[in-house]
């Protein structure tokens, strides 16, 4: 097969060595590539939904992760197949354009295959099959648009963004204070946010956590906060209206280096020296203060004495705080980082409103709060909880909320969760294949069978019969022409989604739908798979 002849005869090598390599063709590819991908998808079927399970997932080295997204538990699984690998891809493109959504693109994904081969079988040409899930996409994309809603919230109006985010958080383990922490994300997008530009800089939000405390206890901070303390105890703890000199020059007198040498015969000398050096730090301290500055954060440390001066002569500084720490203080209080000290003046000094340490439970353990900053509209969530796996996954689960606050500023359309949107589309598509006279037809019907995975999965999930419940909520959509029916999941005794206010956004539907079906149609195309064998 790879050999071939030239116009004389002779033989020569089009593709070498063939017998040291495996190779799948044709359906054979198409069905090993499904297997895998259908096997991916299962994974992350149990996660799905309000009463989806978490996984628990170890690294090499033993750190263990606790989790929920989806993209988070792919990412970690250390998926080998190259078709695995593509859904690992297709749940963290979920991730880095809507944030959330992760699980539910991977089951749409997995459902569409498990159809794709169906219809494989059936005799259908792949082609046949990519095109009529293109076409069903559309449809189905379009018809999201129709059934949606658009709602009006503003500044002081924040309730519809909180229940959205909600519903984001009610899928993950934290969904004990969902409340609070949808409301500690939607401030914190609309500090930041730009209204009227429709833009928010994620950037500007930091979240932060510290093991202890409760979950409860998690806050939005209007600023930064700095892993660091006070240098000396009695030092003050608050200081209002704060001029922050930062600096990463050494902050103490010139230490005689070890190459030097000091002759010190005489105890006249030795005081002298001592007295010079106390002068020395003296001036800085006043150079400090004439600037104007009331807390000195330093990149380097000071010694005991030099601390001691600097309580007495009533100037707050904080010592050894990171470069990155002190970067990010520069810039939302609206400093100038002073690399060398004479170059210190009033107009390098950071401003903010309040500078205050706290101490959390009975250990030492301070932290400092810089708050209400002059430049930066810059915000904090800080996350406590009992350990670190929490702390972890409840910043994964703030992403996301977060994110579904972005989406909606950008973008105030909503549609309903719950699988309420996904039956709805299977409907829409399932009465447009018959208007198609091809063998695409199939293909669509099978679509929006796929469709349906979703909210069966869910309903799966809960503990109920999935496909008598999405038989009856099929039916009521379609009786009550009412596309906001879907799976009572937690049993609150209604299927409207519009009194559950379980929402999700728009674009993010509509992305997990586009992105399903690309991957599909990519699997889908493959008819040779050439690899390297075995050794
Ligand atoms: P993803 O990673 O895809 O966001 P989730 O585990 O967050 O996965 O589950 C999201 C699904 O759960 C969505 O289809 C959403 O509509 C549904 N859902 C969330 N909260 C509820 C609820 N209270 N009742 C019914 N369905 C819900
Ligand atoms: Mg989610």
């Known amino acids: 097969m790879a050999l071939a002849f030239d116009e004389y005869g002779r033989p020569f090598i089009i593709l070498r ?57 792919l990412e970690q699984m250390d998926v080998d197949n190259q078709i695995g690998k593509l859904m690992v891809e297709l749940s963290r493109s979920q991730d880095y354009e809507i944030g959330d959504g992760t699980t539910g ?3 749409m994904a997995g459902a569409l295959l498990e159809q794709a081969e169906r219809l494989l079988e059936r005799g259908i040409h792949p082609i046949r099959v990519a095109e009529g899930f293109e076409i069903s996409s559309r449809i189905a994309v379009d018809h999201l648009e129709q059934i949606s809603h658009k709602f009006d919230f503003s500044a002081t109006n924040i309730e519809p963004l909180v229940q959205t985010c909600m519903t984001t958080l009610s899928s993950k383990i934290v969904n004990r204070c969902k409340r609070s922490l949808a409301e500690i994300a939607v401030k914190g997008v609309m500090a ?46 608050q200081i209002e209206d704060a001029k922050i000199a930062i600096l990463t020059c050494p902050f103490e007198p010139p230490k005689p280096k070890t190459k030097h040498k000091v002759d010190i015969d005489t105890v006249e000398k030795f005081q002298t020296l001592r007295e010079q050096e106390r002068k020395y730090f003296d001036d800085m ?31 707050p500084a904080v010592r050894w705080v990171g470069g990155v720490e002190l970067e990010l203080i520069a810039i939302a209080t609206g400093g100038r980082i002073v690399p060398r000290f004479q170059e210190l003046t009033p107009e390098k ?13 009975t250990t030492k353990d301070r932290m400092l709060y810089i708050e209400h900053c002059a430049n930066s509209r810059a915000v904090t ?34 549609v309903y969760g ?76 209604t299927n409207d989604m519009r009194e559950q206010n379980v929402f999700e956004t728009l674009i993010g539907k509509q992305q997990q739908i586009l992105l399903a079906t690309q991957v599909v149609k990519m699997i889908l195309k493959i008819d040779d798979v050439i690899s390297p064998s075995e050794y």
Not at 36 to 42: E, K, L, N, T
Not at 349 to 361: I, M, N, P
Not at 395 to 402: E, G, P, Q, Y
């Open 349 to 361: 000094l950071g401003k903010a409103g309040l500078v205050r340490e706290k101490a959390f439970g």
């Open 192 to 237: 930041v946010a730009d209204l009227e530009r429709k833009d928010v800089n994620l950037d500007l939000i930091k979240v932060e956590g510290k093991v202890g405390g409760k979950l409860e206890d998690t806050e939005l901070i209007y600023g930064i906060i700095v892993d660091k303390d006070m240098s000396h105890p009695q030092m003050p703890k």
């Open 285 to 315: 301290v006043q150079r400090c203060k004439d600037v104007g500055a009331t807390l000195v954060i330093c990149q380097w440390g000071f010694d005991d004495e030099a601390n001691h001066l600097l309580m007495h002569r009533n100037l």
């Open 105 to 107: 693109v991977v089951v």
């Open 418 to 493: 719950g699988g309420a949107a996904e039956i709805s589309c299977s409907i829409a598509v399932e009465a447009a294949a018959d208007k198609y006279p091809g063998v695409e037809q199939y293909a669509i019907r099978a679509f929006a069978d796929a469709l349906d995975s979703v909210p069966m999965a869910l309903a799966e999930n809960s503990g109920l019969q999935p496909i008598e419940t999405l038989s009856a909520v099929k039916a009521q959509q379609i009786k009550e022409k009412n596309p906001c029916c879907g799976i009572d999941c937690n049993d609150a005794g």
């Open 17 to 73: 060595e063939q017998e040291s390599k495996s190779r799948l063709r044709g359906l054979d590819a198409q069905k090993s590539n499904i297997a895998a991908g259908v096997a991916v998808s299962r994974i992350l079927r149990t996660s799905l939904g309000p009463k989806g399970m978490d996984k628990m997932l170890q690294s090499p080295d033993g750190d263990i992760t606790i989790t929920n997204d989806g993209a988070t538990i």
């Open 381 to 414: 969530v800080f996350i406590r909880g009992g350990n670190k796996m929490m702390i972890e996954e409840t910043k994964r689960s703030i992403h996301d909320a977060l994110c579904v606050a972005r989406n909606l500023i950008r973008n105030n359309s909503i």
